[in-house]
């Protein structure tokens, strides 16, 4: 389909690992963003790129997490060290550009840490 | 960062129209008001979104009033295919802050 596609959509690690959860946006889309879901919870800011750079990383909860959009398309958001307290769905979302509120999310990647 | 307000959770009956209303006081000038649905395991998908007075699309309606501290979703007709979470946004674009939403059940 011609949606925001994220992979994995699941996810179990052991405490302590590295994680990788990839997002391809919708093709053309200039802008990107990262959210984290806890259950029961709205969705959480973490970063935004506008093409291949971060212009926002202000809700990355600390230095175990980082993202990259190397070439303005795919973005990977990578954990390293995982703790139990990362567990939670991950949401990639993308815009045509940045000056929209219209986001398109994809369905999530959902991360469980034992 | 202004903070938003919603009822925790609402009951409507099919057939109803729907009006969920969010308090945001502290809404900033450059702020726009934006709609989000979620259904369970899906991501939030975009409702509606307005800077002031009234905007309809083909599913929905919101109303600002004039001083912009709150606004109403309206929803006409609910059917149960609408049970799901509204989150109400409030924020400049790549700025937006999700709540904890309203979490709407339509009843036969």
């Known amino acids: 389909g011609a949606g925001v596609s994220q992979t994995p959509s699941n996810k179990v690690t052991e405490k302590g690992k590295y994680v990788e959860l990839r997002c391809d946006p919708i093709?053309?889309?200039?802008?990107l963003y990262w959210y984290r879901q806890s259950l029961g919870q709205g969705p959480e800011f973490l970063i935004y790129?506008?093409?291949?750079?971060?212009?926002?990383d202000s809700g990355l909860p600390n230095d175990r997490f980082f993202a990259v959009r190397p070439e303005g398309s795919v973005s990977t958001l990578k954990i390293q060290r995982t703790e139990r307290g990362d567990s939670a769905v991950y949401l990639c979302?993308?815009?045509?550009?940045?000056?929209?509120?219209?986001?398109?999310f994809g369905e999530g990647s959902r991360l469980t840490v034992l | 960062l202004a903070k938003t307000t919603q009822p925790i959770s609402m009951d409507s009956y099919e057939g109803q129209e729907v009006n969920i209303t969010c308090s945001h006081n502290?809404?900033?000038?450059?702020?726009?008001i934006t709609w989000y649905q979620q259904f369970p395991s899906q991501g939030p998908r975009f409702i509606i979104q307005?800077?002031?007075t009234k905007v309809t699309n083909e599913v929905a309606s919101l109303f600002i009033p004039a001083d912009r501290k709150s606004s109403t979703l309206s929803l006409p007709r609910v059917s149960l295919s609408d049970t799901a979470v509204y989150y109400c946004?409030?924020?400049?674009?790549?700025?937006?802050?999700f709540g904890s939403g309203t979490k709407l059940n339509v009843k036969p």
């Open positions: 979302a993308s815009s045509l550009t940045a000056n929209t509120g219209e986001l398109f």
């Open positions: 093709s053309g889309h200039t802008a």
């Open positions: 790129f506008q093409g291949t750079g971060a212009a926002d």
């Open positions: 502290n809404i900033a000038t450059n702020d726009y």
């Open positions: 307005g800077y002031k």
């Open positions: 946004l409030v924020g400049e674009f790549n700025k937006f802050y």
